[in-house]
């Protein structure tokens, strides 16, 4: 027996109310057969239509709550850096936070580097190698300009003073299947991490 379903932000129409509940008699005009139509909307069928939608709305909010936003992504990479399993590290933990274009260059510049100090020279989260952190904060995502290659894309800044100077980095996230993950991290200098990785070792 076919099913429908509705989705989430489904226009709930009589037509699609019917066609839920006795799909059967999906090609009943309301107007010509007012009789038959209501008894078609027993108690059974609308509990088990609400049912259903109660579900697909559930499923949905599970989803959005799993998925951080593009903040508590960035806030969520600083705890793990400085924590036993530092992605930047443990490079298997990496794709839950950097795109994959971003990631590949990445593992790139690791692989080349075999052990070795790389195309990094510094901590690419602080955009240094002294560090001392004070006055540390992460705002809000604000519009990167459109539409990106894989989604919409956002910036994120965090802001921190280093050694007493204050200093900026800006996060550059894009909006995967996955959900968001950091594209580019742009600094002060006018560098960013993708043209430090895509450079020459």
Same mark, same amino acid.
């Given at each position: ?69 593009? $903040? %508590? ?6 705890? *793990?850096?400085?924590?036993?399993? =530092? !992605? &930047?590290?443990?490079? +298997? ?14 593992? $790139? %510049? ?6 070795? *100090?790389?195309?990094?020279?510094? =901590? !690419? &989260?602080?955009?240094? +190698? ?72």
């Amino acid at each position: 027996m076919s099913r429908h379903c509705f989705s989430v932000g489904e226009s709930l129409n009589a037509s699609s109310f019917l066609r839920a509940i006795n799909p059967q008699h999906s090609t009943i005009n309301l107007l010509d057969s007012p009789r038959l139509a209501l008894r078609q909307f027993s108690h059974k069928n609308i509990h088990a239509l609400f049912a259903r939608a109660a579900r697909s709305f559930l499923t949905a909010a599970i989803s959005s709550a799993a998925d951080p936003s593009a $903040k %508590d992504l960035v806030a969520k990479l600083y705890q *793990v850096h400085h924590s036993k399993h =530092d !992605p &930047l590290d443990e490079t +298997q933990l990496l794709g839950r936070y950097f795109d994959a274009a971003l990631l590949k260059l990445y593992l $790139k %510049d690791k692989r080349e580097a075999k052990g070795e *100090v790389g195309r990094l020279d510094g =901590d !690419p &989260l602080y955009n240094a +190698q002294d560090i001392q952190i004070k006055d540390f904060s992460i705002s809000a995502p604000e519009s990167a300009g459109g539409p990106s290659r894989t989604g919409i894309e956002t910036r994120v800044t965090v802001h921190f003073k280093n050694l007493g100077q204050p200093a900026r980095v800006i996060y550059v996230l894009s909006r995967t299947s996955d959900g968001w993950r950091i594209s580019d991290i742009r600094y002060d200098d006018g560098s960013s991490l993708k043209k430090i990785l895509e450079g020459k070792l």
